[in-house]
């Protein structure tokens, strides 16, 4: 298991810095302040480089995100993206006014600069991998969505998985780690779409707000018309099913997270790897069956976040985090309005892989504990609430039909009339019934 790093984070901008670099913790600490706060916790050997990747990483998607720039333009620039880096001096300025990153590339000739010094291996790794991320985004620009469960691992892979390949590459190279962390691809691939999915799961209202569907077609096509349908309360059912089914999709990736983080060994590369992680899977117990996804922003407490942040040191802490929030998922498994059986097996699974302990909530058939009371509960709820609905209604045609009507407010007094002659009526029509038979008798 990992030790505890004992040595205290150093601010980033604190030494003797050269004004460049400092620019480039500046910028970075502007674009994702809590990017920047993890990023404190690794070796100072690698500092540099993994802020100079993300800074790159962060032009390009400021150049994919900007719907004022016209295809013809986008898509060249994403594809040459990394050749800029290789270009001293080189800036972009035509973003749109309301890119919140947009300062980044005013200044991006600083962070080509300070890419100009890092290792040639880390340039490498860096200019590879946002070729390939800019060759995928381009993609993606002409297809307007994503389409099958398939293309959805794609698009993630693209924006997401490169980086976690990109990143264990560098850990690799700084000789941190070893040389198989940068060389099990798919690992860190899982890493990275782990994240993603659960980001784009969390953002469906602000992505539709902001005319953006990341969601897949085919998945949620099962469930409704529209994807914005989801947000009338009327489809709540539809969206919950929806939802739930794009988290358990997530979670498939769990046993390669716990297959890479297990091959770590510097506690400061653990740590920074654990943070994102334990972060999503307390994201998406947070969300699962949780309608407040489709109104708003789902978000985990501030201090929750923190004390997992800093527990997050070691394997058995990790396996600590993950088994506590699967367990929050399966508490919330929905029993009647959707079969929630393929969570329960996939959660069954991932324990059995993972050496979690079992889940309080599901046997080893998959069965849920105690699951009829649950629905016995659930049942007599709905049962007495229809009778409560029932007996209001019925007393009150009682009460409207027995007082004499000059009683009754105004309004009522039709209600009464109309009332009665449908009774009347309904005798005439029973009375005609009953009577051929009581002849026939
Ligand atoms: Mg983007």
Request: proline residues 5%.
């Amino acid at each position: 298991m990992h030790a505890v790093s004992s040595a205290r984070p150093t601010p980033l901008t604190s030494q003797g810095l050269e004004p460049s670099l400092r620019r480039c913790y500046e910028l970075l600490d502007m674009t994702s302040r809590s990017f920047a706060a993890v990023i404190q916790q690794l070796d100072v050997a690698l500092r540099p480089a993994i802020c100079i990747f993300y800074l790159v990483l962060r032009g390009l998607d400021t150049i994919e995100d900007d719907m004022t720039l016209p295809r013809e333009r986008k898509v060249p620039l994403l594809r040459s993206f990394h050749e800029m880096l290789r270009q001293r001096g080189w800036t972009f300025t035509d973003s749109g006014p309301n890119e919140k990153d947009r300062q980044l590339l005013v200044e991006f000739d600083i962070v080509i600069l300070e890419f100009s010094k890092l290792k040639p291996a880390f340039q490498d790794s860096i200019a590879d991998i946002t070729r390939k991320m800019g060759a995928g985004m381009a993609e993606f620009v002409d297809r307007k969505g994503v389409d099958t469960a398939a293309e959805w691992d794609v698009y993630c892979h693209y924006v997401a998985g490169l980086v976690g390949i990109g990143l264990s590459r560098i850990f690799a190279q700084s000789g941190l780690e070893d040389a198989a962390v940068g060389e099990r691809e798919d690992l860190a691939n899982s890493m990275g779409l782990f994240l993603q999915k659960t980001n784009i799961i969390r953002d469906y209202l602000e992505d539709l707000e902001d005319g953006r569907i990341f969601w897949p077609k085919q998945i949620w096509q099962r469930h409704a018309r529209e994807l914005a349908d989801f947000r009338r309360p009327a489809q709540r059912i539809a969206a919950l099913a929806c939802l739930n089914h794009l988290i358990t999709d997530a979670l498939r990736h769990v046993p390669d997270v716990f297959a890479y983080m297990g091959a770590l060994r510097n506690p400061t590369v653990f740590n920074f790897c654990a943070i994102p992680q334990v972060m999503a899977i307390a994201t998406l117990a947070r969300c699962y069956n949780n309608y407040a996804v489709f109104c708003g922003v789902v978000k985990i407490r501030k201090g929750e976040a923190v004390k997992m942040i800093l527990e997050a040191r070691s394997m058995d802490a990790l396996a600590h985090v993950f088994h506590e929030q699967l367990a929050e998922i399966s508490r919330h498994f929905p029993m009647m309005e959707t079969p929630y059986y393929a969570t329960a097996e996939l959660i069954l699974r991932i324990r059995k892989t993972c050496g979690l302990p079992d889940d309080p909530n599901i046997t080893s058939t998959g069965a849920l504990v105690r699951p009829r009371s649950t629905a016995g509960k659930l049942m007599l709820r709905r049962t007495l609430r229809w009778s409560l609905l029932s007996v209001t209604i019925g007393g009150a045609v009682y009460v409207l039909l027995r007082t004499p009507i000059h009683d009754l407010p105004p309004a009522l007094q039709p209600v009464q009339s109309a009332l009665i002659s449908w009774q009347e009526r309904a005798l005439e029509a029973y009375r005609q019934v009953r009577e051929p038979q009581a002849s026939r008798d």
